[in-house]
């Protein structure tokens, strides 16, 4: 028996377990994972540390090297993130409607852990901890499969974790992580019928797109983030250049970082030489549409291609637009329905973005960066869901549970 297959059985296993434990159970496993995080952070560093040598040794950009890198405010965060889950109502058993027929059935709709959730995910350790927990609190048990640029953090992690469970009671290896970093082992991950019964890929578009055409477990398509920011002609100035930058400069690596910037072109006169300073003086490649070019020379002309890029790096698509309008038919073109962000204090162009833009999130005078479960208030996330399935947006403890009724009665019988 494989790898996979060994570890999907125990998972089975574990989640039986998980089921029955309350809530009191779930919240001392997770104040142990906690504390367990910070006793254990020099060792925590010390294996990631070789994960990062590797990823310079192989060339790795600096901005992947960023999501990779584990350090003592970031081993910190993770376990305050976990504190979060505590307190955090737990899900199952919530009754979520009912109601009595006239026959006499009462009828009642309870949220259920989904049971084995594997999640594929690349070069960022902290994915392990926020799913652990997550999936811990929901009492569904997890198949991990991070990358091999993260092989040395996530063993490590996951060895944190799993004796801090059996500290408290817990069986062995609660949490499963597939060593193995073959490709094989994805294939076979998703397609282990039987055992696991939801699959979330959390990477780039290349894993994404892999795991979406070969899975024949359920999956949930997350991350793939080419979000906009538009600029309406009644935008308040004085926020334009903060929001510009916090969208793309201040974490430019991940999925709610802007990739585009659509101006409308009656403000595009006052703003825009403003902005493409000020993305300059941060290294940011630009690249636009012709009227774009007429403010700075150094812009490239993009094409279509480029403004259907994420690229996840220090480069930005700009669209001059004539209208609101147009602005929504570009996204609706290009966007990938993660995060979308209007700046402007016109409600009715507020409403009409809010209405027409077809995405997860829509920030309003905001960041897309907060798109995020942490800063949603959900302690973690598994990933941000840019489906239209039961979960949509930042995944959090509601949306790894499903449902299922219990119906009672007295002896009817159906006619």
Known sequence: ?????????????????????????????????AAALIANSDYLISENIKDVLLGEKKAMSKSILDR?????????????????????????????????????????????????????????????????????????????????SAANSNIAIVK????????????????????????KTVQELV????????????????????????ASVPCIETGLGNCHLYIDKF??????????????VQKPSVCNAIESLLIH???????????????????????????????DPLVKLASDEDYATEFLDYKISIKVVEDISQAIT??????????EGIISEDYTAIETFKTQVDASTIMVNASTRFTDGFEFGFGAEMG?????????????????????YIVSGNGQIRS
């Open 235 to 248: 935008a308040n100035e004085d926020i334009i250049i903060p929001l510009v930058l916090n969208c793309k």
């Open 191 to 214: 397609t282990c019928n039987g055992y696991v019964d939801l699959v979330i890929p959390r990477g780039g578009a290349d894993l994404i797109k892999t795991v979406v055409s070969t």
């Open 68 to 148: 990779l890198t584990l350090n003592e405010s970031r081993i910190q965060a993770m376990a305050e993130g976990i504190q979060i889950l505590v307190s955090l109502p737990d899900p199952i058993g919530e009754t979520m409607e009912g109601w009595k027929r006239p026959n006499g059935l009462d009828i009642v709709k309870k949220r259920v852990p989904i049971g084995v959730i594997g999640i594929i995910y690349e070069a960022r350790p902290n994915v392990t901890v926020d799913v652990a927990g997550l999936t811990l609190k929901s009492s569904n048990a997890v198949i991990l499969r991070g990358s091999s």
């Open 1 to 33: 028996m494989s790898e996979v297959q060994t570890k999907a059985k125990h998972a089975k296993e574990i989640s039986k377990f998980l089921n029955g434990i309350s809530t009191k159970q779930k919240n001392e496993g997770l104040q142990a994972i």
């Open 265 to 295: 072109k009656d403000i595009a006169p006052k703003v825009l030489p403003k902005i493409l300073q000020a993305l300059k003086e941060h290294k940011v490649e630009l690249i636009g549409c012709e009227e774009t070019k007429t403010y």
């Open 160 to 183: 944190v974790i799993n004796e801090a469970l059996l500290s408290v009671g817990y069986p062995k290896n609660v949490i499963s992580l597939i060593e193995e970093t073959d490709r």
């Open 384 to 404: 941000i869901s840019t489906q239209k399935t039961h979960a949509r947006g930042p995944m959090g403890l509601n949306e790894l549970t499903i449902y299922k």
């Open 330 to 339: 570009h996204i609706s073109r290009f966007g990938t329905k993660h995060t």
